[in-house]
């Protein structure tokens, strides 16, 4: 079956722009999250979506946002971009809520972004 | 808050035995899992424990002592394609649901 899809996988912004990621789960999954990877922090916890709903947010500030829609696909929004955001932003797919009973967690090949 | 640390970076020898230790502080606990991540390439799912023990899966074994707040990846015949970092993951109740939180990952090199 296909694996998680992220779209764009490479894309550079300027600085105050806005940027919008997008995620297509594996078939039949539920719940997605986003990480972002960093060289220095690695894999920090975005938030997560199962069912439309956002379950959970980690801490990053209020210009990170995401939302899912019916068919399980998700997209999450940067504004007001900054240097410090650059980036490879991680979408995960799993069945249920951080990965349910089996604990695995299928991610896809990551957004680089780049913030100039 | 949450903390996971493991090592930065290890290197082994082909054919050789590794192991990734992983010692975390958490508010909760609800798993740890391992990833192996080749450079440029998305994380994929190694292994899940949730109970105090040894978890084998081939080449690679999971152990973990909740007690302890530790764990380690064991690597056995390592091979160059293991050349990858490895990320330690804790998965913790957070309002009422659930939040992974990885480490650092550390960069395993394998030599000839």
């Known amino acids: 079956k296909a694996g998680v899809t992220q779209t764009p996988r490479y894309l550079i912004k300027t600085r105050g722009q806005q940027v919008t990621l997008s995620c297509s789960p594996i078939s039949g999954h539920r719940s997605v999250s986003w990480y972002q990877q960093t060289p220095g922090q690695g894999l920090q916890f975005l938030f997560e979506y199962f069912s439309e709903t956002q379950r959970n947010k980690g801490n990053f500030p209020g210009r990170f946002s995401g939302r899912q829609f019916s068919n399980s696909r998700s997209e999450m929004n940067v504004s007001t971009l900054e240097l410090g955001d650059s980036a490879l932003y991680l979408c995960a797919s799993s069945l249920d809520v951080s990965g349910g009973a089996s604990g695995e967690l299928f991610f896809g090949e990551g957004s680089r972004l780049t913030v100039l | 808050g949450q903390n996971i640390d493991q090592p930065t970076e290890m290197t082994a020898t082909e054919g050789a035995i590794v192991q990734i230790n992983c010692t975390y502080q958490?508010?909760?606990?609800?798993?740890l899992f391992w990833y192996q991540q080749h450079a440029g390439e998305a994380p994929t799912f190694l292994s899940y424990n949730v109970l105090d023990g040894l978890e084998e899966k081939g080449r690679f074994s999971s152990f973990l002592s909740r007690s302890k707040g530790y764990s380690y990846l064991l690597l056995k015949e390592l091979q160059m394609k293991d050349s990858a970092s490895y990320l330690c993951?804790?998965?913790?109740?957070?309002?009422?649901?659930?939040?992974?939180?990885f480490g650092k990952g550390t960069k395993l090199s394998v030599i000839p």
């Open positions: 958490t508010s909760g606990f609800n798993g």
């Open positions: 993951a804790v998965r913790s109740p957070d309002g009422g649901s659930y939040q992974l939180t």
